[in-house]
């Protein structure tokens, strides 16, 4: 890889400009790609402000922030990453979506170009398999809020080469994370562990064990995390959960992984979390404001 990398992103949702954001603050030349134009300038948009909010913590030095946002380009055709040495592909978490952008990065992209997804519960081998270049295939799956997390997991399809993984490895210190390795099954080990968890969590208020606010405050102040599993499961998208645990129950075929009632129907309510302003919590303004509770009787 060269000493300035030149690294695509395909996606500007809440991973993709996170991803973006620490290639260009880590000197990496980034080409932001969504076909949702709307997408990549309110990611723009976002990047802006969170540097800024840097600057003012004294984090970083304004004319620093100005060059990172040099650094990305936004772009709404796969064909402008054909000078990337590196892209990740970070669309939302859908199979057949996924594959499609693989076998087009795969006809576009030249034979020497990685190919990673952020993928957080797909089988990277299967990607790999949708491509000719399936030893150029790869998994660095990002924690949210990417420029916060450390963690990266590197998860290494049946097909990459060594590398392959060894450039991941490299790229990902570049970026300033810590990475583990993983085997290409279900959940990887984060999510693997979490999912569950946030599930039970989920059972929990379905059974009414407790308030939202008293099974977060539980596993904030006895299990000693920094936030609670529903108010997580609000920051990562009900939506994004509820798909993890169905993908975890079907693939290992097992009961424990049953998603809860209470989320399916969050979902299918439209309320996702933090995304649609309404989750386990009511959010304003990007801002938590109460539990969500029941709906509200409906008086017309």
């Keep these: 890889m060269n000493e300035t990398p030149v690294i695509g992103v395909v996606g500007a949702g809440q991973m993709g400009r996170g991803i973006a954001q620490v290639a260009a603050q880590a000197g990496c030349q980034v080409h932001l790609m969504d076909t949702n134009d709307a997408q990549v300038r309110g990611a723009l948009v ?19 922030s100005e060059k990172v946002l040099e650094r990305i380009r936004p772009t709404g055709a796969l ?15 859908n199979t057949d979506l996924k594959v499609s952008i693989f076998r087009e990065l795969d006809a576009l992209l030249p034979s020497n170009c990685i190919l990673a997804s952020n993928t957080s519960s797909i089988s990277l081998t299967k990607l790999a398999g949708a491509t000719k270049r399936p030893e150029r295939v790869i998994g660095l799956h990002f924690m949210n809020p990417v420029p916060l997390m ?81 108010q997580l499961a609000d920051l990562i998208g009900l939506d994004t959960c509820l798909f993890i645990a169905e993908v975890l129950q079907r693939e290992f075929g ?41 709906p509200p009787p409906d008086t017309k």
């Design 254 to 294: 097992e009961d424990k992984y049953r998603p809860a009632s209470l989320l399916r129907n969050y979902v299918a309510a439209g309320w996702l979390g933090r995304k649609t302003n309404r989750g386990f919590y009511v959010y304003s303004a990007g801002k938590q404001e109460r539990p969500s509770g029941r």
């Design 46 to 64: 976002t990047i802006a402000k969170d540097l800024n909010r840097l600057v003012t913590k004294g984090k970083l030095e304004s004319s620093e």
């Design 150 to 230: 450390k963690l990266v997991e590197i998860v290494r399809a049946l097909q990459t080469a060594d590398d392959t993984y060894e450039e991941t490895c490299r790229l990902s210190e570049r970026l300033g994370k810590t990475y583990v390795t993983t085997r290409d099954m279900p959940g990887f080990i984060v999510n693997r562990m979490l999912i569950p968890f946030i599930n039970e969590a989920c059972f929990a208020l379905q059974d009414g064990l407790g308030t939202v606010q008293d099974i977060d405050e539980a596993a904030r102040l006895g299990l000693n995390h920094p936030m609670g599993p529903l």
């Design 79 to 93: 064909g402008d990453l054909s000078g990337c040495e590196y892209v990740v592909e970070a669309a939302v978490e």
